[in-house]
DNA sequence: CCTATTTCCTACTGTGTCAATAGGTTTTTG
DNA sequence: CAAAAACCTATTGACACAGTAGGAAATAGG
């Protein structure tokens, strides 16, 4: 299940697309326009700056903007971002984690075939696509 | 993500699908061959019988068989009855929920989509394709 | 009838995450 | 210098997850 880190995170990265006017969008707007408390966007806009999805200007005039284009970001990238990572079950989250049944267990084929799945929407998923 | 109880759930369904010999399996040859503490799959497979997906026998020789043959049982039908509902976010979870940005929510359609394409795959995928 | 086996039932608990809220500091422009 | 904005640290209440614990009721075999 997707938290509101990701679906609001998503919703910034369409506001900040749709309002792009070359210059910085200040938070406050965006809380108003999305209805999303700002203090709380505070938290998941700083996540997406550290992360490289978005640049942000303090002071007056100041904001946040998108370092690429609508069409050079993929659902899948935001998501893994704020959500950590995008996986259906735990064994296949930790990537260092050997599980003792890995051999044996009849789920394992079905859940890496399901993440394959759901891994290939979200990346083919543009954020172009969402404006 | 799908949560142990989805995943164990998913895997004594299995179990009792590979050992079945007519009679009743009891829990604890379960959760030695699954390598799963009995008194957490006791809660599990409760919730199993309470949903009809399997029925239980007490006193000796009892335990818990399937009601149906593996390939009537859907994998996503097995999950939703333990993970509550299978549904990517929560504005789809809840029915009943009327999102007051439903009309111009710019996500929501690729939520849907999304939602129809994990939909798809899960009940599409019966449990006799696990074994 | 007794005993061993098994499900069935209620309750509890520690840990962690989610979804915020609160209050302040620093940076920058007009 | 003042307003506006990002930036930073901390806290909180609620809830779900992943079990654990202990016993009561049911049932079959001897």
Redesign the pocket.
Known sequence: ?I??????GLRVMIDLAQNDNGS???????ADRQE????????I??QM??GGLI??????????KLVKKPEKYTVGEILTLL??TICSV?CLADKNYDCPRRKKCETLPMWKEFDGIVHDYLYSKKLSDLL
């Open positions: 299940m938290s509101t880190k990701g679906r609001y910085y969008i200040p938070l406050k707007d965006i999303i408390s700002k203090k709380y966007l505070e938290i806009v700083k700056v550290e640049k942000g200007l303090s002071g007056k005039g100041g904001g946040y959500e950590g735990a």
